[in-house]
């Protein structure tokens, strides 16, 4: 695992996935009257977690990249 330089990569997605799926969780609870939004709140927050992680990962790693030019 030392040599895998996508370690921060998976880092990132896997915080990701467990802000969004506690957040989507919450949010499934204060919806229970709709069942829709119950049903598919876990998803939408794991997808948005995802999202959320991948690109804080693209802006980080673009910095890292602009420092290591200058």
């Known amino acids: 695992m030392k040599n895998n ?3 921060d990569h998976s880092n990132y997605l896997v915080i990701g996935m467990i802000i ?3 957040v989507g969780v919450i949010f499934s609870i204060i919806m229970r009257d709709n069942i829709f939004f119950a ?3 876990t998803g939408f927050g794991i997808s948005f977690g ?3 992680a991948d690109i804080i990962w693209c802006i ?3 910095q ?3 420092n ?3």
């Open 64 to 66: 890292n990249k602009y």
């Open 60 to 62: 980080k790693n673009q």
């Open 50 to 52: 995802l999202l959320i």
């Open 39 to 41: 049903i598919s709140g």
């Open 68 to 70: 290591k030019i200058k």
């Open 20 to 22: 969004g799926l506690l």
């Open 5 to 7: 330089k996508d370690n």
